[in-house]
């Protein structure tokens, strides 16, 4: 039978620094537990497990959705598999363009529209798995006679500093994403994890949404970059300054070089009221081979280096090469 729409409940949850156990009540699908590591190092394969249950003998092929950096490009490293009361399957990544048979849109579109992205600001993708092998709930199956099962995923993290938080979202095929959400759920792990291990500070997706000082849609360093800083923006302490200079550094795998002196080169273009510009192309700016370059941290200054600007975290601003 088509699933029927049924309210969702979440429970209180108990945090543990390697264990969030919470339950979501929803048509379909309870996730009871998930067991999510808090930390990993760059490069490092990490292991997540979902406790989950099906309540509903509709639907027998299992969707899964995971929600990571697009940094990590996870559709390359990652493996999902799920044992089962009634059965167990390992499962393959949809293909990008296979639509779901209620709305003909491509899964990971539909997901991300609907679900987006939890806590991150941005930067963000959903990879999507389909069961090889097919399972029909008996049809007593209910929620006080649920089917229970363990879903496996493997993934291996990226190459440089950062602060997420993993989603996963569950579904079936056999109906699609119904538009009200009645036969499928999400979940999003409340403690961020944070890889670390690599030169230079954590992207935090997590945190606020950084101030956005390149028009540039992508970019690498040794692409001219024409940075903006709007001192009115956060209304720094810069709103009304005579002079503003840029102060950077650039990181690489194995050294840092830092430009801060108050040099003609780093003082930047007044263009508007409060609204600075500069144009560096690192690998000159820097003396260094943009390809070595991970990443910039920059602060912006006053005449005397007494005023200092950085992000509303206390960090530097921190631009990293964007190639999506």
């Known amino acids: 039978m088509k699933p029927t729409v049924k309210i969702k409940i979440k429970s209180p949850a108990a945090l543990l620094p390697l264990l969030l156990i919470l339950v979501i009540m929803v048509s379909c699908f309870n996730v009871v537990r998930v067991h999510q590591p808090s930390s990993a190092t760059v490069g490092e394969e990490i292991t997540v497990t979902l406790d989950v249950e099906v309540t509903d003998d509709a639907g027998s092929t299992l969707i899964f959705g995971f929600c990571a950096p697009r940094s990590w490009k996870a559709s390359l490293s990652t493996s999902v598999s799920f044992t089962s009361s009634i059965g167990n399957s390992t ?9 779901d048979v209620e709305n003909k849109r491509p899964w990971a579109q539909q997901i991300t529209d609907r679900v987006g ?13 389909k069961a090889d092998n097919s399972f029909t709930p008996p049809s007593s199956t209910s929620e006080d006679d649920p089917v229970t099962g363990t879903i496996t995923l493997k993934t291996t993290v990226g190459e440089s500093n950062v602060i997420t938080q993993l989603g996963y979202f569950l579904g079936e095929a056999d109906w699609g994403y119904l538009n009200d959400d009645g036969n499928s759920t999400y979940f999003f792990e409340e403690t961020c994890l944070e890889v670390s291990g690599a030169s230079g500070q954590p992207q935090d997706l997590c945190g606020p949404a950084p101030r956005k000082l390149l028009s540039l849609e992508t970019y690498d360093f040794n692409d001219l970059l024409i940075i903006t800083f709007d001192a009115q923006e956060d209304s720094t302490e810069l709103v009304g300054a005579t ?6 550094q650039a990181i690489s795998a194995d050294h ?42 920059l602060n912006f200054q006053d005449a005397t280096g007494q005023v200092v600007v950085r992000n509303v975290s206390g960090r530097d601003f921190q631009l990293l090469p964007k190639c999506f």
Do not use: H
């Open 256 to 297: 840092t070089t830092e430009r801060c002196e108050k040099t003609p080169d780093s003082k930047m273009m007044k263009i508007g009221p409060d609204l600075w510009q500069l144009a560096i192309w690192p690998p000159s700016y820097f003396n260094i081979d943009g390809t070595d370059i991970s990443e910039l941290l």
């Open 243 to 248: 002079d503003v200079y840029l102060c950077a």
């Open 91 to 99: 499962m393959s990544l949809i293909d990008p363009n296979e639509v």
């Open 117 to 129: 992205f939890g806590g991150n600001y941005g930067e963000m993708e959903w990879i999507v798995f």
